[in-house]
């Protein structure tokens, strides 16, 4: 079964490749995405280096002066997708996106030297591409943590990745939708409108664009204009484990000067996230940085934190809330505590199970010893796609598919979660 699940998800690599990068999914999402293309080339590792490396490549090639790594490139002209790039309006050369999205790209990258078959490849490759992360890092801590907390804040819900969680409902409300010119959505051309944001939470994300265009998008004044700035812990656990791979592979490669400032800024984000623990929900929870509060909302941003070097105790209770959603769910790990009233199993980022996170929290709860956990994680993630298919995400309770079909990241996943447990047997 392993072997045809394997031939599957490479072929769906290949299908949504356009040569030197992939799309998400035809039709849905025509254009590079930051962090699908690379959670993808960790799939495709395993089945082309040169590919997988071309990938993060590619996405780095649009990187801005400024340090930022925009979370979509228009490489093509595609009106199949809303917003565009004629409502981003960043000007580039060719059109990116103005937001960003999780910094993934760091661990990717040490991933893909760690398992190189060609190392001389690999090192000239690393070596080119690791002060260009560290550049993106520093961006973050510079522009998102004006007051060196750090922790860094989102400024737009799709800088998450997780749209529409009801981690964000009350902070959203901040934002109006006065003003917002009237737009017609794709996303719901491609997939069930009752699985996707509402058209409010539309406007209210259009708003933000909207907004931070009219500053020219100036990073340096978008924190403080934004009436959204949520710390989220998944957001910052997945920076914060590519900060830690980057001191490490930056040692290796001689890159001193990146290793030691990398390594301080894990140091002072490890301890800064601690703040984020929520004793009563065993996980952490987000910070809304305009009221000057924790958000007390069980989503999978404070399960995603384990993605971290995390302290081992932290790491311990968080395999431990993971049991008790399990006995609420028949799949794990469910984007919204199953137990809490504004849990949806189908809608977007309220309830399903997506592939790329379930990898991560994984991934971090194996190298912190909740290993039986991990691996439970892992058969879950297997089950589904034997189940249900190559979807975008899944329902936690039935297993059906939703959003997209025939994805990429999820093609990738499969494809690392059955290599990686074939090397550790």
Known sequence: MTEALLQKAAHILQVNDLGKYTVPTHGLYPFQWNWDSCLTALGQSHLNEDRAWTEIETLFEHQWDDGMVPHIVFHKEDDGYFPGPGVWGTNRPIPTSGITQPAVAGFAIKSLYDRSQNKTDARRRAFALL?????????????????????????HPWESGRDNSVDWDDAFLR??????????????????????????QYERYIWLVQTFRNLNWDNSKLHDAS????????????????????????????????????????????????????????????????????????????LLAAFAPIPKSRAETIAATLDTQSQNCTYLVASHDPRDVHFDAKRYWRGPVWLIVNYMIANGLHAAGQSAMATRIDKDCLTLIENSGFAEYYDPHTGEPCGGGQFTWTAAMVIEIIKNAKVAA
Do not use: M
Not at 186 to 193: I, N
Not at 243 to 248: C, F, L, M, N
């Open 175 to 200: 934002v109006p939708t006065d003003g917002v010119a009237p737009f017609v959505r794709r996303d719901t051309q491609h997939a069930d409108p009752a699985h996707r944001p509402t058209q409010e």
């Open 131 to 155: 002060p260009k992360v560290f550049k993106w890092h520093e961006w973050f801590y510079a522009n998102r943590d004006p007051k060196h907390s750090g922790l860094v804040a989102i400024i």
């Open 227 to 302: 009436p959204f700035q949520i710390v989220d812990p998944g957001f910052n656990g997945i920076l914060l484990r590519s900060v830690s791979e980057v001191a490490a592979l930056a040692a290796d490669l001689g890159l001193r000067d990146i290793a030691e400032a990398s390594a301080s800024q894990l140091d002072r984000g490890i301890a800064a996230l601690d703040s984020l623990w929520n004793e009563k929900r065993g996980q952490y929870t987000c910070y809304d940085r305009v009221a000057g509060c924790l958000i007390d909302s069980p989503s999978i941003g404070g």
